[in-house]
């Protein structure tokens, strides 16, 4: 390892195990590292597969570049550099009535990941995905150039940044629309539905009275009761003073044994999830409803030193959905947390966004080998035949075909792609360009 470097870290489902060696940023002004072995920028590794990693190469690890540069409290503007979270920039705008204008289900990733994987939250029936906020970044690219792109200036290149996971160079500070919202708490709803029909009335109502919907799904469930589950809808809501500090309830300290998430176990996890509280309006913090994992800390480890692979498509409708839950059902594998979600017709900004109109839905599996890459490659059929497509950011073993049918602008955003920056996702997708 050369001076600065350190062992590399992992992604969030910690397959596949990869050597890489780590590079810390300290200032956002320093250049890239000489040389020209391909390197890849890293914020938290809160994706799930191998979009955060450059086996065999180093990591860029840009979490030290986390100042705030500029803030408008009037016009709710941010300046901040590509390594804060979005949980920080939360924790400073909240008091002042602003918030990011997206977030998925951790505050722990950083904007210029989010940027990378263009993220989309709850709210992207209304907000569409995290790229369609960003006013500005600045890129530094492998030749050492520094180029500020944005929806109004060198836009091809800022439509291959974002969702162009990390491949077009390093985004080094990002200027963001936040949100204007009435106060830190929200309002927040769940109700129980019986199947796919019904969880599609709730849907289109809820999208027009609340900001935030989302649904967990009974992923064992079979036959008439297949594609059961609760919607769950929030609002921000007015006053209530300040919000508590986000709490972390318990730490995963160590490995959980690969036996640990079976069959019974996930059977036992699915049915108390089912039997969620519900009646009436409750009134939550915002990181209690927008992220319920996070009182956990390494709740990967629950699923052992196997990891952990997540099935994230998106697709056109109920009758795709419905194949995929059937088929993970029926596997015997189920999944352990499954969540559905619909995507509005609001644009993605990217030319590999994941984002389309559709529903999508995620489904979690302890890697158990060769059982699981099976059902994971049947998941993929059907999302290919329905004409939808894999996320990236959950990704680990996509193959080319997948990926190609999904993103036919592929070859669009590779002509963007910078020769300096690699990762193993883009080596084992891009086939021969
Ligand atoms: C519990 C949980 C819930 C999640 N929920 C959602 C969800 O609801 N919606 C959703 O969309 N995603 C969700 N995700 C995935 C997560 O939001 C994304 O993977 C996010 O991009 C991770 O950000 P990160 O900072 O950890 O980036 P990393 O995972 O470290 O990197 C992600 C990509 O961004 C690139 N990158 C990072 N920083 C930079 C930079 N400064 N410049 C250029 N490229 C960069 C990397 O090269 C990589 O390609 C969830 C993940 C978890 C663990």
Not at 75 to 95: D, I, K, M, Q
Request: overall charge neutral.
């Amino acid at each position: 390892m050369a001076p600065g470097e350190t062992a590399g870290p992992s992604s969030w489902g910690r397959y596949p195990h990869v050597d890489q060696r780590a590079l810390a940023l300290a200032w956002a002004s320093d250049p890239l590292p000489e040389g020209t072995e391909p390197l890849l920028p890293y914020g938290l590794g809160r994706s799930y597969g191998d979009v955060c990693l450059n086996p065999d190469g180093p990591v860029l690890l840009t979490r030290e570049l986390r100042r705030f540069l500029a803030f408008d409290t009037q016009a709710g503007v941010l300046r901040c550099e590509a390594g804060c979270t979005l949980g920080e920039v939360a924790e400073l705008t909240l008091p002042h009535r602003w918030f990011p204008p997206v977030v998925p289900g951790t505050r722990f990733v950083t904007v210029g990941g989010a940027v990378a994987n263009d993220v989309h939250g709850k709210n992207h029936h209304r907000a569409g995905t995290f790229g369609r906020h960003v006013r500005a970044l600045e890129l530094l690219r492998g030749d050492g150039t520094r180029v500020v792109c944005g929806p109004s200036a060198n836009t091809d290149l800022f439509r291959a940044t974002v969702g162009g996971l990390g491949l077009t160079g390093l985004i080094t500070w990002v200027e963001l629309q936040l949100a204007s919202v009435m106060g830190p708490w929200m309002e927040v709803e769940a109700v129980p539905f019986s199947g796919l029909d019904r969880f599609a009335e709730l849907t289109a109502t809820s999208d027009q009275t609340h900001a935030y919907t989302v649904a967990w799904v009974d992923g064992l469930a079979r036959g008439t009761a297949l594609g059961r589950g609760i919607f769950f809808r929030g609002n921000h809501a007015e006053g209530g003073g300040d919000l508590p500090a986000p709490r972390l309830r318990l730490s995963v300290p160590f490995d959980a044994p690969d036996a640990l998430l079976s069959a019974p176990l996930i059977r036992a996890f699915n049915a108390v999830y089912r039997h969620w509280p519900r009646g009436g309006t409750k009134r939550l913090s915002t990181w209690k409803f927008l992220h319920p994992l996070d009182a956990v800390g390494n709740w990967n480890r629950l699923y052992g030193s196997r990891g952990l692979l997540q099935h994230q498509s998106v697709v056109p409708g109920p009758e795709a959905v419905q194949e995929l839950l059937a088929t993970a059902a029926d596997s015997g594998q189920g999944s352990f947390l499954t969540v559905l979600k619909t995507f509005s017709d609001v644009p993605s900004p990217g030319l590999l966004s994941f984002p389309r109109p559709g529903w999508t839905l995620a489904l979690d599996f302890p890697g158990r080998g060769a059982p699981t890459f099976a059902l994971l490659e049947k998941l993929d059929g059907v999302v290919r035949a329905h004409g939808g497509r894999v996320y990236p950011a959950k990704d680990a073993r996509m193959s080319v075909d997948t990926f190609r049918a999904g993103y036919p602008e592929w070859r669009a955003f590779a002509a963007h792609v910078d020769a300096r920056f690699s990762s193993g996702f883009w080596r084992r997708v891009r086939g021969e360009l």
